[in-house]
């Protein structure tokens, strides 16, 4: 009997399997309880485009040094085509550089021909990595939800993209990746998902205008974050230590990871946020504090990418300064 290629299979894992799903084609079906923090997949990139204009040219030119076993997993991803012009902005502004303007042609073209393209199977699939972008041909297989159970990264020490999951799941839960930022509101996450040919209709997509809706907490949990970013962003990085003297600056931090955790926000961000928490606290001279929030960093850290991500050292070793200052307080 011949196989059917266009049956997308899972690499050799205990972890998850790739089931068709009623209205949604494929997805990633977990086989038993995973906990967060477990490693489900580690994938090598299939198509690279490293620093570059993204035309249809640089997709073609990568495409064509691929062997024929990796063309045919290539082709057999999901693509987005066959979108209604309608839905998209017809002009392109004058001041827009030539080669912009090709770029914007051309995926214009490519998302709303009746055919499947290779550059249509590019913009559907693409990740970002180190200094451009790749296809992952098994992390691609992971549908989206604002509210998703996994998150995904580059790993540049291991030259990898991995999957973590970030919230238990249980066997037959379907597992779930973000495509769009976790804290943007409902609109712009519609605009972003366009992109990818479809209208979420996951638990923080639902209506909003019921107010015990889980929809409505979570607007609600995003609005409150963004105006905390935008309050905070400016005093965070390089000018935290000018942060640390205004007032209310570690409890609005504080709050921001209230709220990531209540939305299932278990990213690389939320470990940034107690990062800097226990830098403030340090500059402060709270180092219990400190060494509490330096304990969650590394510990989200750890579970969102892994010891062997590239900064997880230095999550280590700022946890490791704490202690060292609060054993020269001891008597
Ligand atoms: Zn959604």
Redesign the pocket.
Known sequence: MALNVNIPVAPENEYYQIREIPGKGYGCIALQPIERGTRILEDDPLLIIPFAHYLKSDIEKAFAELTSEQKKLYLSLHSSHGQDPRKWPSKIADNIYPRERQRIEEQHAARTTDQPSLLSIFQTNCMEMKDGAAVFPQAARFNH??NPNACFTWNDKIGKETIHIMNHVVAGDEITISYCDMIHDKPS?TYELKHYGFV???R??ADESDETTFAHESAERRFKLLELDRETKFLRGSRLNEGAKQENFASKLLQMAVLHQREGDFTPRLAVIYLDIALVCEVKGDLRMAEMAAVKAVEIKKNCQGTDFPTFAKYIDFLDRIRRKLAMQRP
């Open positions: 939800c604002c996450r979420c209709d996951c923080a997509c």
